[in-house]
T-cell receptor
Framework: DAGVTQSPTHLIKTRGQHVTLRCSPI?????VSWYQQVLGQGPQFIFQ???????GRGNFPDRFSARQFPNYSSELNVNALLLGDSALYLC???????????????FGNGTRLTVT | KQEVTQIPAALSVPEGENLVLNCSFT??????LQWFRQDPGKGLTSLLL?????REQTSGRLNASLDKSSGRSTLYIAASQPGDSATYLC?????????????????FGQGTILTVHP
């Protein structure tokens, strides 16, 4: 079975531009979470979606938005990019709400975003 | 606000040694704790998940323990190998600030960079 897949793997954008990152969860998983990992730090929670509804939001500005589609795939959108948005963006899926019960998170390999 | 700290930040050991990685968290009202491994430039691989009602979990050469009341977890790696070299992250689900709009959030530590040399 395929794991969590993310696209693109790498992306270079200029300040002020907009970016869309995509994630396909493991087959059968209904929950998708997004995390931002700046170099040398642990991942920071951005959003969680379950059954196409937003179920959690971290401390990120409104420039960050996301959605989940009927097939449970997800997009993360970032507007008006800043240099500080440069990071590895990780998507994770789980069978149920992330981390509940015997429902660990499974992460993709991430999208490396560089803002110049 | 839940905070997670990992000690040491980096560790270098010779092959074959047993080693312990430490993780502490400030709010003991967690649902579970998960240990991950991250290779350079890659995503996270789940190693072990311990429910709040459990004291330890084992998988092969890995053993993770949880002392919820003291806010601590350890990851024990037996007979380390060069292939174990990676960054190890612990993450907790729950604790102060993890409800409401933060539902579903895992709070991560900064990780321990492990190097096992031949």
């Amino acid at each position: 079975d395929a794991g969590v897949t993310q696209s693109p793997t790498h992306l270079i954008k200029t300040r002020g531009q907009h970016v869309t990152l995509r994630c396909s969860p493991i087959s059968g998983h209904k929950s998708v979470s997004w995390y931002q990992q700046v170099l040398g730090q642990g991942p920071q929670f951005i959003f969680q979606y379950y059954e196409k509804e937003e179920r959690g939001r971290g401390n990120f500005p409104d420039r960050f938005s996301a959605r989940q589609f009927p097939n449970y795939s997800s997009e993360l959108n970032v507007n008006a990019l800043l240099l500080g948005d440069s990071a590895l963006y990780l998507c994770a899926s789980s069978l149920r709400i992330s981390g509940m019960g015997n429902s660990p998170l499974h992460f993709g390999n991430g999208t490396r975003l560089t803002v110049t | 606000k839940q905070e997670v700290t990992q000690i040491p930040a980096a560790l270098s050991v010779p092959e074959g040694e047993n080693l312990v990685l430490n993780c502490s968290f400030t709010d003991s009202a967690i649902y579970n704790l998960q240990w991950f491994r991250q290779d350079p430039g890659k995503g996270l691989t789940s190693l072990l998940l311990i429910q709040s009602s459990q004291r330890e979990q084992t998988s092969g050469r890995l053993n993770a323990s949880l002392d919820k009341s003291s806010g601590r977890s350890t990851l024990y790696i037996a007979a380390s190998q060069p292939g174990d070299s990676a960054t190890y992250l612990c993450a907790v689900k729950g604790g102060e600030g993890a409800g409401g709009t933060s539902y579903g959030k895992l709070t991560f530590g900064q990780g321990t960079i492990l190097t096992v040399h031949p």
